[in-house]
């Protein structure tokens, strides 16, 4: 195994075994045995069968896994362009954690003050600290009207202002004039519920279309071949089949892994999912380590407080009483960034005269560019065919280091419909899908098997503390996808372990004590005169790759370069990075 | 001859359903045979347990008339290899 995989980095190329087992699990010898009933030799089989898993096939065009914000508009916008979509999903689509949003999305649509989306493009480039790719935060930021515009006409139900324009409030990090005008109210929101919103306007439009929802679910891993991604095999939960998706276009949108975590905002539900399948499969994730920590989290609840209320005008005071924000951040006070306000609240916390913060939001998941998930060998990026990934699970590069608040529902519905434009753009519905293994997914079954029938010392709830076998039915067997919940926030949590490790600096979400200030290319709190710019391996404002070894559980962190041009120099021209202050 | 129960008639009714739906699939119908096999096995009088049953295999029937779904296979472990 080790051999083929030096060999084919090699040949510049990964090769993924489909039988390479996942990396919590442990080397099994249990051989799974494919074959289709009624098919050649089943009867002789049969008396030696102790286990049986049915699997049906299925074939599409094109599988959306995930049935959030990103993942319903990825798959009505992929049966709008005529592609026989299935869309596989754990929860019920009005259930994903896309309903808990409160704040709003920002768009430059210019309701309530003069505006204009490169002044959103600036904001959003700083709020990432330079660590986001610009030419993906330009697509977003220009594309943010019309998106906004598509919703409405889709039917959600935005505030409005007395012309009956979308009300648009302000939010953390936005300025006019890239960063010269005061505070820009360019947040649309449905008063303090837009993510209900957006995903139930979502829900309600994708009825219209013809698209396959396989609810609850579970989906297991990707079937990769030859490096190709060529679909996934699922669960389903109510009857306890296995079934396999085939398709020429996967596109992961599985949301983040804030269960990783004791204390967070995050659904019970969100456990990194996609992220594992991908990492499963030999591919990178990016930038893990930068996850974001609400200022406005409430310790112990799980809930929290949303940054809506201080762009209404509420403030932070600490115990003093003091409007402690003006002190840190002069220009925007409370509505800085959210990892200058949590920075400026640990501050105040060390120093006596605050509370306890809390996790909110995981940003930089899964590595993409446009939506495609790649490799990146030699100095150069590769496609990964036929594997796409959108909303929180594929935001690495544009939020960077830190995500803005209100840019989130953004990307869900920016970065969804991209997805189905690029595969259309790519392919033709109808396409014949090129051949599988029979017997693909064979070790996600196999390891789903082992789970099943675990019979060790600790439970997988580690509550509860009689010893009793718990329940080994496949049939809505809630304990067996609570472990294989538990095996993908292992993998994200270890990614995310040694990513923070390894990055020897602060930088937007990612603060240290030992390293407090941001290692850029150039020093540029002094004048870039006569400084010699520092190589790769030796400054910080790069992407981090980690991958897990299926064997070891060793995790091993390669590095990209950040894309610092826009799409489009003339329209926008890409902002060089500065020291950033609110 | 007791003549069949609505409930029964219901039942024969899916499974003629489900054997007409599965004739160009491989795969399937050794599979519902086996599953209708077992099934039949349940007391009469266990009306919640047979109708849960039913309205399982509704659902399933309507994958199973999808033009996407294709064949069944199944992943078998054999005993020898169980610990």
């Known amino acids: 195994m080790a051999a083929v995989c030096a060999a084919s980095r090699v040949l510049g190329r990964k090769i993924v075994s489909s039988k390479a087992l996942p990396v919590v699990w442990q080397t099994s010898n249990r051989k799974l045995h494919f074959s289709v009933y009624g098919k050649g030799g089943d009867a002789k089989v049969s008396d030696a069968i102790s286990t049986q898993y049915p699997v049906v096939d299925h074939e599409f065009d094109a599988v959306v896994v995930g049935a959030g914000g990103a993942g319903l508009r990825a798959a009505f916008g992929l049966s709008e362009a005529g592609f026989n979509t299935a869309c596989v999903t754990k929860l019920f689509p009005t259930r994903s954690h896309t309903v808990a949003a409160q704040g709003g999305i920002n768009a430059a649509l210019g309701n309530m003050e003069e505006d204009d989306w490169r002044w959103h493009f600036y904001d959003t480039v700083k709020g990432s600290d330079w660590l986001g790719d610009q030419d993906a935060i330009h697509y977003m930021t220009e594309q943010a009207p019309a998106a906004v515009v598509e919703l409405e006409n889709f039917g959600m139900p935005f505030s409005r202002t007395e012309e ?13 004039k890239f960063g010269k005008g ?19 306007t979502l829900y309600g439009r994708s009825l219209r279309y013809d698209t396959s929802y396989f609810v609850e679910y579970f989906a297991l891993d990707l079937l990769m071949e030859d490096g190709e991604c060529k679909g996934v095999i699922a669960l389903c939960m109510e009857d306890g089949s296995i079934h396999r998706f085939r398709a020429k276009n996967t596109v992961i949108a599985t949301g983040g892994y804030g269960r990783t975590y004791f204390s967070c905002t995050s659904a019970h539900t969100s456990t990194g999912d996609g992220n594992a399948m991908v990492t499963r499969a030999g591919l990178p994730c990016q930038d893990l380590e930068f996850v974001q920590f609400h200022p406005t989290g409430i310790y112990g609840a799980g809930c929290l407080i949303t940054e809506g209320c201080r762009g209404e005008g509420g403030i932070l005071i600490n115990s003093e009483g003091e409007r402690f924000m003006e002190r840190y951040a002069p220009n925007a006070k409370d509505l ?30 899964l590595f993409c560019a446009q939506n495609t998930v790649i490799t990146h060998k030699d100095g150069e990026d590769t496609v990964v065919p036929g594997l796409y990934a959108c909303g929180e699970s594929g935001c690495a590069s544009v939020h960077g280091a830190n995500r803005l608040g209100a840019n989130s529902l953004l990307d869900l519905v920016v970065f969804g419909r991209a ?48 010893i009793y076998s718990f329940q080994q039915s496949i049939v809505w067997n809630t304990d067996l996808v609570e472990t294989l919940e538990l095996q993908n926030l292992m993998l994200n949590g270890v ?10 600096e602060s930088r937007g979400a990612h603060a240290r004590e030992d390293f407090k200030d941001r290692v850029d290319e150039y020093d540029y709190s002094k004048s870039l005169q006569g400084q010699v710019k520092k190589p790769f391996e030796q400054h910080w404002r790069k992407h981090t790759l980690s991958y897990v070894d299926p064997k070891t559980g060793k995790v091993t962190l390669e590095y990209r370069p950040v894309i610092d041009n826009s799409l489009n120099a003339e329209e926008c021209a890409a902002i060089p990075p500065a020291i950033r202050s609110y | 001859m007791a003549r069949h129960s609505k409930l029964q008639k219901q039942v024969l009714s899916l499974y003629r359903q489900f054997l007409r739906a599965a004739q160009d699939k491989p795969g399937f119908i050794p599979r519902i045979r086996d599953e209708f096999r077992v099934s039949a096995a349940i007391k009469k009088t266990d009306v919640m347990h047979i109708e849960y049953l039913y309205r399982r295999g509704q659902r399933q029937l309507e994958l199973l008339k999808d033009v996407n779904t294709k064949q069944l296979g199944s992943f078998s472990k054999s005993k020898e290899d169980s610990s």
């Open chain 1, 336 to 365: 800085a960034s959210r990892d200058v306000v949590s920075r400026s609240m640990t501050i105040e916390l060390r120093e006596g005269r605050y509370n306890i913060l809390n996790l909110y939001y995981n940003i930089n998941l």
């Open chain 1, 419 to 466: 997805c189905a434009l690029t595969i259309a753009e790519t392919d033709t519905p109808g396409e014949k899908l090129s051949p599988l293994k029979p017997n693909a997914g064979e070790a996600s079954v196999a390891n789903m098997d082992k789970i099943r029938f675990a019979n060790g010392s600790t439970r997988t709830s580690e509550i509860r503390l009689n």
């Open chain 1, 495 to 504: 990614q995310t372990i040694v990513s923070a490790e390894a990055r020897t």
């Open chain 1, 164 to 176: 009956g324009r979308i009300y648009q409030r302000a939010f953390g990090g936005q300025s006019l």
């Open chain 1, 182 to 200: 005061g505070q820009a109210h360019r947040c649309c929101c449905v008063a303090d519920r837009t993510g209900h919103s957006l995903l139930h």
